[in-house]
C-alpha cells in the first residue's frame, strides 16, 4: 500500500461534499465469492478460479442459454445464490457502510454505492444508497408475471423451479443483451454525473455501462480513485491508483477519515 497515494485520497474524501463508488466482485473475493475474469493470485486454491475461465457465460448468462436449457442455467444459478448467502460481509464491505455514515454526517453531502455484485453483500454490511446495476441472485422472479420473490435459504428441489404465478422462476440478475434496471440506470447516471469523487473498487471496468460511469464521473471534473491489486481497463484514466485488496486499503482509508 502507497501512504502518499492514501493519504491523497483522504484529503479528497474530506473535500468532498458528494461521494460516488462502483464495486465489483473483487469486493466480494475476500468473503470468498469468485470473480468472472479477475486475475486470480497463484497460491489461491483452485475452486477458486474466476467463473468466467471455469464457465462459458454464453451457456449460462444469456436469456437464449435460460430458454435453451432452463433446468442446467436455474441450477447453476442457485449453487451460486447459496454461495452468496453462505459468505460474509468482509471488511471491504464494512468500511464502505462506515464512509457512507462518515460522508453523510456532514451538510449537504450525498452518497451512492452503484455495485455490479448481486450477492447483497453491501447491504449485509450496512450499506444504505446501494444501486444494483446487475440485480440480484438473491431474489428470483417470474417469467410470466414478473413478480419477484425471495427464496427459502435452502436449495430448490426442481430445476427449473416452478413459480406460484404460473411461469417459471429465473434469478433477478441481468443477463448478458438485457437492459439494465431503469431506475438503476437513472440513478447511476445521477450520482456519476454530479460527485466530487468517484471510488472505483475491484471491478475490471470492462463491462458497460459500469465502468462508463468512472469516465463520466472523470469527465465532469471528480477526483477518480481506483482500489483494485491489479491493473485493469479504468487504472490510466484515473487520478488515484490504490494497489491492494479492498479488504486491507477500504478500513485503512476510513480508520484515516475518521483520525
Ligand atoms: P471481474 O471478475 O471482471 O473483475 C474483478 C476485479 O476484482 C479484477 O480487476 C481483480 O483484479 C479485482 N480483485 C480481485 N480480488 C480483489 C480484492 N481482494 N480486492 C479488490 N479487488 C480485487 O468482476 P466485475 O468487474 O465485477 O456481470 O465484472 C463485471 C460484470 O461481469 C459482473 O457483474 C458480471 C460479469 O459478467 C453479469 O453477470 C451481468
Redesign the pocket.
Known sequence: MNPAAIDRAVQALRSARRVAVLT????S??SGLR?????TAPDSPPDMA?L?KEFD?MRL?TPQAFEADPAMVTRWYDWRRLGCLAAEPNA?HMALARLERWTLSRDGAAFTLLT??VDRLHQRAGSKAVVEL?GSIIEWRCTKSGRRTLPPTQPFTQFPPPSQWGGLLRPD????GEMLPEDALRRAEEAAGACDVFLT???????WP?AGYIHRARATGATTIE????Q?AASDAVDIVLRG???AVLPAIVAALLE
Do not use: K, L, M, Y
Not at 35 to 39: K, L, N
Not at 201 to 207: D, Y
Not at 227 to 230: A, E, F, I, M, T
Open positions: 465489483g466482485a473483487g469486493v473475493a475476500e470473480t468472472f475474469r479477475g486475475a474466476a468466467w457465460p448468462a471491504g455490479q455484485n446487475h440478475v441481468v443477463w448478458f473498487v475491484g471491478t475490471s471496468a470492462v463491462v459500469a482500489v483494485n491489486p491489479d485493469t485488496t479492498s479488504a
